[in-house]
């Protein structure tokens, strides 16, 4: 993923109770902060199978990251073209990336 990509980036809770091994290929990293991701040692976090995403983030994950729920609804509806989401969404995504990287910087 690229730092500078903001449709690459997740923000949410992440559940840091309990932890899984066995993933050798990530969907996504943390790219905030590489003691967040599940072994505390890498910043990568998730496994995709097929259309099945699994996760430590904990809701609202889909309505907090509208890049990603549009890659959903592509993957879901076998779809090329971007779903109409409001710029509300967006923007939010945005405003609490932007706290994010404050906070932890």
């Known amino acids: ?14 559940n840091t109770s309990s932890l899984y ?34 996760t430590q983030m904990i809701g609202p994950v889909l309505v907090k990251n509208p890049f990603f729920l549009n890659k959903i609804c592509k993957n879901i509806t076998d779809s090329e073209e971007d779903f109409t989401l409001s710029s509300y969404q967006y923007l939010a995504y945005e405003t609490t990336l932007s706290e994010l990287k404050k906070r932890l910087v």
Do not use: H
């Not at 993923?1 to 992440?14: A, F, M, T």
């Not at 996504?28 to 995709?48: H, M, P, Q, T, V």
């Open 21 to 54: 091994t066995g993933v050798k290929n990530p969907f996504c990293e943390f790219l905030l902060n590489s003691s967040l991701g599940n072994d505390k040692k890498s910043a990568f976090d998730g496994i995709r199978y097929m259309n099945f995403y699994g």
């Open 1 to 14: 993923s690229d730092d500078n990509d903001i449709s690459s980036q997740l923000v949410g809770y992440v």
